[in-house]
């Protein structure tokens, strides 16, 4: 049992948190009144605390800066990690939450039941604020709820406060189908007021050490579609936009007047940032006019991370089926040589983030990445674990280039058990031998020998075999160098900074010395390296 909340403990709550959304993801988005992804709560909280715990993970430290504590910075981390991957409106107001609750004890000594209580008051004003029309009924009514019994324990002890939060809050939650009538005819309670329970009984079994083995909501009795009604908005408005925005306040000041004249379910939320030339805000709104709400956001600052959904689209909500393959590319010719292999395509060095976005965004119940870079790998492995929480197969094939990916894809079949076929591609990848070939940046020793700045390096599965003075002589000796150990097709890819002809002058070299050799040559545009060779 702890008597104080400190940095370890705010890592356990993020950590026990998520655990128990993700366990009851499916039963919170059974609980949204309108199956589009806006509505798919449980799915949208996972992300968003997913998003939180990583990064914590990038600061395993937890040393407070700016006059933080451990556990002040730790909640810090938090929010600010939740804000950047908050997803739909439950999810933006959970990152306001954790903001409240950030502000509220970064700089305390200690937090005991009196802090908490605090804490959970300004989380609560932080949730409301964020909203431009809060409603009763919702996520906002549970976490009020737990606010107001904190205070009322009116207590030092921290066991105490965080029992009365959580009861409140599950007796909150029982109240909303009477607060809210489109969850009474549905028969269902708040779903994000239910996420929101979860992690408040986490926080009481971190602190505790005891499960308050709270029963699940009873499930809803089917009813027709036609009677569907969303868990935010009118149904007047045919497009969710949600996006990252960096500006000022004014600015944001005036975009909300915007956004509030197009739409409905307006959230508009910061990162509580003092410096406000690099506040980052987290913007989210049903619409009928995409283009008008994005151009406010430009407007306002710097928009990114865009994201549109149309509801009509998502109403079937259809169960995931199918296979798929995620690529790693760098260089617009990669990625349309994947992108022609059926690939969905991810710019290089993606975060773990990226990568699950885009395995979702496949709607496969299986899905192949293909990193093509060492570096890649472990993020790429980190995203299938995610997706695999998520209820989405995913084998990672640890291609180092794109060549070995062109060669994996290449003999990719559907009528394959997916099992069977990773492992294909696997030794589809594994039998296809990369070298990349790129000028030298600094002077260094290379097991081939000394280089010098502006020598052309050549690289054979990662190291360097051959310094040469001459690009286009050293392309062609490594190829050689290659072939020397057999093989029948050589794949060529071409750099952004490639000379012109610099492919068609190995692939002719190749047709001279190894005439019965097979070559494909491509633009590949990928940087750093002028010549990117594939042997099979």
């Known amino acids: 049992m702890l008597d104080t909340l400190d940095a370890a403990a705010v890592r356990r709550w993020c950590a026990d948190g998520l655990a128990a959304l993700r366990r009851h993801q499916g039963e919170i988005d059974d609980l949204n009144v309108y199956p589009v992804p806006d509505g798919d709560t449980g799915t949208n909280l996972v992300l968003t605390l997913t998003s939180a715990q990583q990064a914590l993970a990038m600061d395993l430290e937890t040393v407070g800066d700016g006059g933080s504590t451990p556990h002040g910075h730790a909640l810090r981390l938090m929010a600010r990690g939740a804000l950047l991957g908050a997803r739909g409106n439950s999810g933006v107001i959970l990152s306001q939450i954790l903001r409240g609750f950030a502000d509220a004890l970064a700089t305390a000594p200690v937090v005991r039941g009196r802090q908490l209580a605090a804490a959970l008051r300004d989380a609560t004003d932080a949730a409301y604020a964020a909203v431009a029309s809060p409603v009763e009924g919702t996520l906002l009514s549970v976490v009020a709820a737990a606010a107001g019994a904190a205070e009322s324990a009116d207590s030092d002890d921290l066991r105490t406060v965080a029992r009365a939060a959580a009861g409140a809050a599950a007796r909150a939650l029982a109240r909303t189908p009477e607060q809210l009538p489109a969850l009474a005819r549905a028969g269902v309670v708040d779903a994000g007021g239910r996420g929101l329970c979860l992690l408040l009984d986490a926080l009481v079994e971190v602190i505790t050490g005891e499960s308050p083995h709270r029963p699940a909501p009873a499930p809803r009795e089917a009813r027709p579609p036609a009677t569907a009604v969303r868990e935010t908005g009118s149904a007047q408005y045919a497009y969710e936009v949600q996006f990252l925005l960096d ?133 790429a492995s980190a995203a299938a674990r995610e997706a695999h929480a998520l209820g989405v197969k995913v084998s990672v094939v640890p291609t180092r280039s794109p060549v070995q990916a062109l060669a994996a894809l290449a003999v990719r079949d559907p009528e394959r058990r997916f099992a069977d076929d990773v492992i294909a591609m696997a030794e589809a990848a594994g039998a296809c031998r990369y070298a990349e070939v790129c000028w030298a940046g600094r002077e260094a020793l290379t097991v081939a020998g000394p280089c010098r700045p502006g020598d052309v390096l050549a690289l054979v599965e990662g190291e360097v075999h051959l310094i040469g003075v001459d690009l286009t002589d050293t392309c062609a000796a490594v190829v050689d160098r290659m072939l020397g150990g057999g093989g029948e097709l050589v794949t060529l890819l071409s750099g952004a900074d490639a000379p012109d002809g610099l492919a068609a002058a190995v692939a002719e070299h190749v047709a001279r010395r190894w005439p019965f050799v097979e070559v494909q040559a491509y633009p590949g545009g990928q940087p750093h390296y002028p010549l990117l060779v594939g042997v099979e």
């Open 247 to 379: 500006a000022g306040p004014e600015a944001v000041a005036r975009l909300r007047e915007i956004l509030a004249g197009l739409g409905d379910s307006l959230v508009v939320v910061g990162d509580g940032a003092t410096d406000a030339a690099s506040t980052t805000w987290n913007v989210h709104v049903h619409v009928n006019d995409v283009g008008a709400a994005v151009e406010a956001g430009v407007e306002a600052g710097r928009p990114y991370r865009i994201s549109v959904t149309r509801f009509a689209d998502q109403v079937a909500a259809p169960a995931r089926d199918g296979r798929a393959a995620v690529v790693v590319a760098s260089g617009a010719g990669i990625a349309e040589l994947c992108a022609g292999e059926g690939a969905t395509v991810v710019p290089g060095n993606p975060s773990t983030r990226d990568l699950l976005d885009a395995i979702l965004a496949t709607a496969a119940a299986r899905v192949v990445v293909l990193p093509n870079d060492p570096n890649t790998q472990a993020v």
